[in-house]
């Protein structure tokens, strides 16, 4: 693949709802710019972009994929990315580095969530966006009403550049707004014809309106055009192209990816009015303190921003980046600054899918890959030793849904440490933990398949097989009133005994208040060097758990008196006294369970404002407020115990059909209504 200028550059991400053809798309360009020799199919596990393991088998996309192609002079980078929700991380790692998103849609089920969800974000990133509606050869296909979506949706920035000629079984051509040129299709090359004579009323007045919303865009063009002076194609695509780099018009193509009918029209436009990195904003760079722009210019110094991590047990590391500035040739160092050290960059790879081919150089604005890098990781950048400049790296959303696991043998528990370690390098939304409280090993990702997917992948690239089961809520027990109690620990078996006498007080303290020990023992009815012992039983006793066996907190215990043997007393003894004495002291101090309590912040579509705050009440959950997020949604908090709450993530996808998001963060504990407590199971204490 021979070098290209950044003005000859484009970086794609093609996003949208799990099954709307993304990846079929990719296929279709591909095969029509003659990069591969037969149009793979999603169902037959043959094409390009989904090449996983686990993707053959689930016959989905599960994480990014890069896929170059030559058109018309221009090297265009297709970024094809999973479309369903529990993969976003990918969608977020497409976004850094595109430079325009084409929205996948199909013309049979409409604009779906994830649509809406990744237009969000590429709406806070300012990416230029267009739209491709697909499918319009199938059954109930409808171009019309998915462009009225279209602009109910994302507003009246939607700009149809073309009309399908027929749909269903009848689809066989495109017409073209702008040239008022028909193109038809029949297994090969389209043919340019004149608009059928059945739809051209309607394409000369879509025509006429696109050709009015273009020219308003331009003083110079809307006062030609009020005189009566049409402006020429190359005209209205400068102004149009403008458009679509500010991000304020978003064209809107159609096709069929798997017919192929209208991709290669795609491919036009995307080079034709497409951006390239020359035309985007300049990215923001940490220099020190200060922030600085840096302009994708091939002869200055060399910056990369890696995106994208993928391991391999037996290759390693390869590492997916993006020239921000200057020109990156093989065997080049550069130096990580988030650990400080020089990398040096082998052989450079152009992926496409898996296939990797080699490349000499990459210029700025393109993207490539890299193997064996020993220190960087995804969201590192890379620049020269002279220019210590930071790019920000990409924070990965917050884990939603968390499956606790255990290795399956001794053997899959030594390789446990390092797999998730590499495994985590690939993903960052995937965080590994370990309860304190409960001794779990958690797993925390975006979603089942997410975990799943971890689990599989641990299994399929490091052969660590791992048996997942319920995740435990850290509950615990306090008391709610004073009481006092003799512990005594009596043993005599011959020889030294055993002998302690402890008299403790338990009362209650403030909620967060942990424990507290006070000596108040007078006259010496326990030696000084006792003392600690004794708090050591309380502590462990505390710790082994009440009634319920959940660990017991915010407790003050006073040793106010005792007796001692001047003989048989030991540490032990009173080690002993201590926690026998805690423990009875407990019982009558009116102990209750404690649960964790979340606060859980939703943001929803407004019409689903009641059905959300309904099911909150239900999971026992205050709600402490609403609040309006732009026009369109509202955002509920409330406090919900933590038990209820840990599946929400399922919960309030079904609940919304994955339109909700949200948060949790651990607020406080508060006491456990006495009606479940019997519920509970005691912990097996690790």
Same mark, same amino acid.
């Given at each position: ?31 029509? =710019? ?25 016959? %989905? ?30 969608? #977020? ?65 939607? =700009? ?32 340019? /014809?004149?608009?059928?004579?059945? &739809? ?13 919303? *273009? ?45 192929? *009918? ?65 020109? *990156?040739?093989?065997?080049? #160092? ?52 002279? %220019? ?20 399956? /043998? ?69 008391? /709610? ?54 708090? #050591?039983?309380?502590?462990? =006793? &505390? ?28 540490? &032990? ?39 959300? %705050? ?24 409330? &406090? ?15 609940? /919304? ?26 912990? =097996?204490?690790?």
């Amino acid at each position: 693949m021979q070098d290209y200028p950044p003005a000859k550059i484009r970086t794609v991400a093609l996003l949208g709802h799990g099954g709307a053809g993304k990846t079929s798309l990719a296929e279709a360009l591909l095969h029509g =710019a003659g990069a591969i020799s037969r149009l793979g199919r999603v169902e037959d596990g043959t094409t390009v972009c989904d090449h996983e393991p686990e993707e053959l088998d689930r016959r %989905m996309s599960l994480s990014l994929a890069l896929a170059p192609l030559e058109v018309d002079g221009c090297k265009i980078n297709l970024v094809d990315t999973p479309g369903y929700a529990d993969f976003i991380v990918d969608v #977020h790692a497409a976004l850094e580095v595109a430079d325009l998103a084409v929205f996948v849609v199909s013309a049979v089920e409409g604009v779906e969530v994830q649509t809406e969800v990744t237009w969000r974000l590429a709406a806070e990133r300012g990416v230029p966006r267009m739209v491709f509606v697909n499918k319009l050869d199938r059954d109930r296909a409808s171009f019309e009403r998915t462009l009225e979506q279209l602009r109910s949706t994302f507003g009246s920035g939607i =700009a149809p550049l073309e009309l399908p000629i027929g749909e269903g079984t009848e689809f066989r051509g495109i017409a073209d707004l702008l040239t008022d040129t028909a193109y038809l299709y029949d297994g090969g090359t389209p043919v340019t /014809t004149e608009i059928p004579d059945e &739809m051209e009323a309607l394409e000369h007045q879509v025509h006429d309106n696109l050709i009015e919303g *273009i020219v308003e865009a331009d003083d110079g063009l809307l006062e030609r055009y009020l005189e009566g002076d049409t402006p020429s194609f190359e005209e209205l695509e400068g102004v149009l192209a403008k458009g679509v780099a500010e991000a304020s018009v978003f064209p809107v193509v159609c096709g069929a990816a798997t017919v192929p *009918i209208g991709v290669d029209r795609l491919a036009s436009f995307i080079c034709e009015i497409g951006p390239s990195p020359l035309e985007r904003p300049h990215r923001r760079v940490s220099a020190g303190e200060v922030d600085v722009e840096v302009a994708p210019d091939p002869d200055a110094d060399p910056l990369a921003y890696v995106f994208k991590t993928i391991t391999d047990p037996y290759v390693g590391h390869l590492s997916l980046f993006k020239v921000l500035s200057g020109t *990156i040739s093989a065997d080049d #160092h550069l130096r990580n600054p988030r650990t400080g050290t020089d990398e040096r960059l082998h052989s450079l790879f152009s992926l496409r899918g898996k296939e990797q081919l080699e490349v000499g150089r990459v210029v700025a604005g393109d993207v490539a890959a890299v193997a064996k890098l020993g220190h960087t990781l995804t969201g590192d950048t890379l620049a020269p030793r002279t %220019m210590p400049v930071v790019v920000a790296p990409l924070e990965p959303p917050e884990p939603v849904l968390a499956v606790a696991v255990r290795p399956r /043998t001794q053997a899959d528990d030594d390789k446990l440490a390092r797999a998730l370690h590499r495994l985590g390098e690939e993903d960052p939304a995937l965080r590994v933990r370990r309860d304190p409280e409960t001794h779990q090993l958690l797993l925390l990702g975006m979603g089942e398949a997410h975990l799943q997917l971890s689990l599989d992948r641990l299994r399929r690239k490091f052969g660590v097989e791992l048996d997942t089961e319920d995740v435990k809520v850290a509950y615990r027990e306090t008391i /709610t009133v004073p009481a006092e109690a003799e512990g005594k620990y009596k043993k005599q078996s011959g020889g030294h005994g055993q002998f302690g006498i402890a008299d403790l007080r338990v009362e209650p303290l403030p909620r967060g208040g942990g424990f507290e020990f006070v000596d108040a023992v007078v006259g010496g009815a326990i030696p000084r060097q006792f003392i600690p012992a004794v708090e #050591h039983g309380v502590r462990e =006793a &505390m710790a082994q758990g009440g009634a319920h066996g959940f660990p017991v907190v915010d407790v003050k215990v006073t040793c106010f008196d005792g007796k001692y043997h001047s003989v048989d007393s030991s540490e &032990m003894s009173f080690k002993m006294a201590g926690s026998l004495g805690f423990r009875e002291a407990l019982a009558k101090a009116e102990p209750v369970v404690l649960e964790p309590v979340s606060l859980v912040v939703v943001t929803v579509p407004n019409e689903q404002l009641g059905d959300v %705050m309904g099911d909150l009440n239900a999971r026992r959950g205050r709600v402490q407020g609403t609040e309006p997020v732009g026009e369109a949604e509202q955002e509920v908090t409330a &406090m919900v115990p933590t038990s209820e709450v840990l599946r929400y993530a399922i919960d309030l996808r079904s609940l /919304t059909g994955g339109r909700g998001r949200f948060r949790t963060t651990h607020d406080h504990y508060d006491v456990m209504p006495a009606h479940l407590v019997e519920r509970l199971k005691a912990p =097996a204490h690790a």
